[in-house]
């Protein structure tokens, strides 16, 4: 009787050593899938809220909180966000990921703000076969980091070039200066794709200046670019750093058209900048101008709820970005099932969002249109 208690308890053990290595499986899909519609879908969301760069990810968060709250208001699919705070770094980024793959369960993620840091997060994402999507990730490479990482940033390699060929035309420029920051991976692609429209263009670069992400002195950079007189000033910079080159360039006499990557799209590079803001160009997917009812109605939804504040790219995008992710579900027909969240993402093709009409391509970029906008009285307006 001893022997067969013994053998009884022993199997009861093992199965029960079965049952919790089987929980425990940290990026595997929840095993059990009870996704009806009328669950809430987790989805986490990794964005630089705190920090130098938090304008971009307060940003965000407003654009998704809205689109929660109005997809949950349809009832179609219920979403659920669970938010972590990156601050800009990679290391945060990475500690996030694992945090809402393997304790929070979420279906897919949404973030990080930054190129750099979802060149570190989203390799563990879709390794945990864990749907990734970028807002505002702009930088060469992201989709290429697996099947399961997506993007509905339009990438610094498809709307840099309009935004610099635009000023060639405009200004018929022959001979030009760029400035970069080199710490950041972002605007190293950012700056190589400067150099490379500019070379197809025939424009010559006269200097190529550097900094580091957090500089707040460009004085030398500047001086020596002032002393070769160019046509214009190309940039690759978030928005703080490129507003401190802006206040100094028009300080020291520097009066020419400055171009920038996705850094100048954020109405906090006028906030810094202020006067020195005027006449810097950019290509965004975001026109806050555009005679669209869609486009004109999110305004109108954004400023009430966020005290009169006029939307800008980032918001638009995260705004959008969450509408796929519920299109994507709703067509799945699971909130928790990951592959078929991630599947359901790859086939979106002609939705039409407050950045228009978009689709995912064969590599998950983006299919989508810009406007070339110049930054008038502190107004972003097209460049025409």
């Given at each position: 009787?001893?022997?067969?208690?013994?053998?009884?308890?022993?199997?009861?053990?093992?199965?029960?050593?079965?049952?919790?290595?089987?929980?425990?499986?940290?990026?595997s899909?929840?095993?059990?899938?009870?996704?009806?519609?009328?669950?809430?879908?987790?989805?986490?969301?990794?964005?630089?809220?705190?920090?130098?760069?938090?304008?971009?990810?307060?940003?965000?968060?407003?654009?998704?909180?809205?689109?929660?709250?109005e997809?949950?208001?349809?009832?179609?699919?219920?979403?659920?966000?669970?938010?972590?705070?990156?601050?800009?770094?990679?290391?945060?980024?990475?500690?996030?990921?694992?945090?809402?793959?393997?304790?929070?369960?979420?279906?897919?993620?949404?973030?990080?703000?930054?190129?750099?840091?979802?060149?570190?997060?989203?390799?563990?994402?879709?390794?945990?076969?864990?749907p990734?999507?970028?807002?505002?990730?702009?930088a060469?490479?992201?989709?290429?980091?697996?099947d399961?990482?997506?993007?509905?940033?339009?990438?610094?390699?498809?709307?840099?070039?309009?935004?610099v060929?635009?000023?060639i035309?405009?200004?018929?420029?022959?001979?030009?200066?760029?400035?970069?920051?080199?710490?950041?991976d972002?605007?190293?692609?950012?700056?190589?794709?400067?150099?490379?429209?500019?070379?197809?263009?025939?424009?010559?670069?006269?200097a190529?200046?550097?900094?580091?992400?957090?500089?707040?002195?460009?004085?030398?950079?500047?001086?020596?670019?002032?002393?070769?007189?160019?046509?214009?000033?190309?940039?690759?910079?978030?928005?703080?750093?490129?507003?401190?080159?802006l206040?100094?360039?028009?300080?020291?006499?520097?009066?020419?058209?400055?171009?920038?990557?996705?850094?100048?799209?954020?109405?906090?590079?006028?906030?810094?900048?202020?006067?020195?803001?005027?006449?810097?160009?950019?290509?965004?997917?975001?026109?806050?101008?555009?005679?669209?009812?869609?486009?004109?109605?999110?305004?109108?939804?954004?400023?009430?709820?966020?005290?009169?504040?006029?939307?800008?790219?980032?918001?638009?995008?995260s705004?959008?970005?969450?509408?796929?992710?519920?299109?994507?579900?709703?067509?799945?027909?699971?909130?928790?099932?990951?592959?078929?969240?991630?599947?359901?993402?790859?086939?979106?093709?002609?939705?039409?969002?407050?950045?228009?009409?978009?689709?995912?391509?064969?590599?998950?970029?983006?299919?989508m249109?810009?406007?070339?906008?110049?930054?008038?009285?502190?107004?972003?307006?097209?460049?025409?």
């Amino acid at each position: 009787m001893k022997k067969g208690l013994v053998k009884w308890f022993t199997g009861l053990t093992i199965g029960a050593l079965l049952l919790t290595t089987v929980g425990c499986g940290g990026g595997s899909a929840p095993v059990a899938d009870s996704g009806s519609q009328s669950e809430a879908a987790k989805i986490g969301v990794i964005s630089y809220l705190t920090g130098g760069g938090a304008a971009y990810g307060e940003a965000i968060k407003e654009g998704l909180d809205l689109a929660k709250d109005e997809i949950n208001a349809q009832g179609k699919v219920k979403i659920e966000l669970v938010y972590m705070d990156s601050r800009g770094e990679k290391t945060e980024a990475i500690n996030a990921a694992n945090k809402l793959i393997n304790k929070d369960n979420v279906v897919g993620i949404i973030g990080p703000t930054l190129s750099g840091e979802m060149f570190a997060a989203g390799p563990i994402a879709n390794q945990s076969g864990v749907p990734i999507m970028g807002t505002s990730t702009t930088a060469e490479g992201i989709p290429a980091l697996g099947d399961f990482v997506f993007r509905n940033a339009l990438p610094e390699f498809l709307a840099v070039p309009q935004a610099v060929e635009k000023a060639i035309s405009k200004y018929d420029l022959k001979k030009v200066a760029v400035m970069y920051s080199n710490n950041n991976d972002w605007a190293v692609s950012g700056y190589k794709t400067i150099e490379k429209t500019l070379k197809e263009n025939g424009v010559e670069i006269i200097a190529t200046e550097t900094f580091a992400d957090k500089d707040t002195d460009y004085s030398a950079q500047l001086t020596k670019i002032a002393s070769l007189k160019p046509d214009a000033v190309m940039v690759s910079s978030l928005y703080q750093e490129a507003a401190l080159v802006l206040k100094k360039a028009r300080e020291i006499g520097i009066t020419v058209p400055f171009v920038g990557t996705n850094g100048f799209n954020s109405p906090e590079l006028i906030k810094i900048a202020g006067q020195a803001a005027d006449g810097a160009i950019v290509a965004s997917p975001w026109f806050p101008g555009k005679a669209d009812e869609k486009v004109q109605k999110f305004i109108a939804d954004y400023k009430a709820k966020y005290n009169n504040k006029v939307p800008d790219q980032f918001a638009a995008q995260s705004y959008d970005a969450l509408y796929l992710y519920a299109s994507a579900l709703e067509q799945a027909g699971s909130t928790t099932d990951r592959q078929k969240l991630r599947d359901a993402i790859a086939t979106i093709k002609d939705f039409q969002g407050v950045t228009g009409k978009f689709a995912f391509d064969e590599n998950r970029e983006p299919v989508m249109g810009a406007t070339v906008l110049i930054i008038k009285d502190g107004q972003f307006t097209e460049l025409k």
